[in-house]
């Protein structure tokens, strides 16, 4: 039995609902049975993953700000989740060096207010908290970065990210005892994802389709630099194995995991702008990287996931042709105006388990 179906019937509450990630997480939760309730701020991209599918109609659609702590707690208090999923962030690098005390403001207090709202409950509830494989003092060495690794970052995004996690180990230390808490912690690091319903902006695939849709040139920032890239329902299947185990095993409160493809997937932003070139006609691209003045952004940038292979069984199943492709067949059927998207991300989600099902993965079989 997929021992994801344990969601069945759960009330769960997902931070960041509206955003990319947060909304394929929801899209899974309802194919799985949960109640799902989400707390966000409006979609920042038009159009977005979450109107696409139109959500609103099929969860329970909170518009809070994570920086209201009273509404937040409230919410948290009316729902009484048995799973909660902190997604909302400030998620741009670039962005992060514009506004940075919206930054700091959004990845630091708001992730503090969501740890005060679960303070609030008196019930058994699993946590996962997002934060990003970002969260690492990156040294751009070759090798992957453990959970033990030192944390931090040079720009503003990362830095934030790396306070996160300071900030949830204090607070589990502090407030929730790992012997008698009902409610159970753990944070989830993972970055790079791809994948169809991605509008935001200085991403390279959301750049893609824009300008190719349009029949644009899509100008490479960055063409050689190299990310371990993985489709977006790769970690996602793992937040949620991490969230049922964590519901199960107070052993695993407190502990942080890594989600990331297999060690060998890196590939440059050429790569995969060439990769997805082959399901788009018509495709045009330029190579700015001599533009001097641009922010600082870190190179590569990999993850160790030996812990998650060992504690949850978990690791990456697709390679980077497979990942690309998917990716490329969403986006085709919403420019085509040929699917509804909903529907298709379901129909994603299913393929992919099937995958995982072939690999042997327990958490699918």
């Known amino acids: ?28 939760l309802l194919d799985l049975g949960a109640e799902v309730v989400g707390i966000a701020l409006d979609p920042i991209t038009a159009p977005s993953h979450f109107s696409v599918a139109n959500l609103s109609s099929k969860i329970k659609d909170l518009r809070i700000d994570i920086r209201d702590s009273r509404s937040l707690t409230k919410a948290f208090v009316d729902v009484q989740p048995d799973f909660v999923f902190h997604l909302a962030a400030q998620a741009l690098v670039r962005r992060s060096y514009d506004d940075p005390i919206e930054t700091w403001h959004t990845n630091v207090i708001g992730t503090l207010n969501v740890l005060e709202a679960l303070r609030a409950l008196n019930k058994k509830c699993a946590a996962i908290i997002i934060t990003s494989d970002k969260c690492y003092d990156n040294v751009e060495w070759v090798w992957g ?69 349009a029949g644009d040139n899509v100008e490479l920032r960055n063409p050689n630099s190299t ?24 052993e695993l409160h407190g502990e942080s995991f890594n989600f990331g493809p297999i060690a060998q997937q890196n590939h440059s932003v050429l790569d995969l702008v060439k990769e997805m070139a082959k399901y788009w006609d018509k495709v045009r691209w330029s190579d700015i990287s001599d533009n001097g003045g641009a922010p600082y952004e870190s190179g590569l940038l990999k993850l160790n996931c030996d812990k998650a292979l060992h504690y949850l069984n978990w690791y990456a199943v697709m390679n980077f042709e497979e990942t690309v492709k998917m990716t490329a067949e969403w986006y085709e059927a919403y420019y085509q105006r040929s699917s509804n998207m909903f529907e298709l991300s379901r129909s994603q989600i299913n393929q992919y388990t099937l995958i995982a099902k072939k690999e042997g993965i327990e958490w699918a079989a």
């Open 1 to 28: 039995m997929n021992m994801l179906n344990s969601f069945s019937g759960k009330r769960v509450l997902v931070t960041g609902h509206t955003g990319f990630k947060g909304a394929w997480l929801c899209s899974w």
């Open 145 to 213: 970065y453990r959970e033990t690794d030192a944390i931090g970052g040079p720009d503003p995004y990362s830095a934030s990210k790396g306070a996160a996690e300071l900030l949830i180990k204090s607070h589990i230390k502090s407030f929730f005892p790992k012997e008698t808490s009902l409610v159970r912690v753990a944070s989830a690091r993972a970055g790079n994802v791809i994948g169809g319903g991605d509008w935001s902006v200085d991403r390279i695939v959301p750049d893609c389709v824009k300008a190719w849709s």
């Open 227 to 250: 990310r371990p890239w993985q489709h977006v329902l790769e970690p996602l299947s793992g937040y949620l194995v991490q969230a049922i185990s964590l519901y199960q095993n107070h």
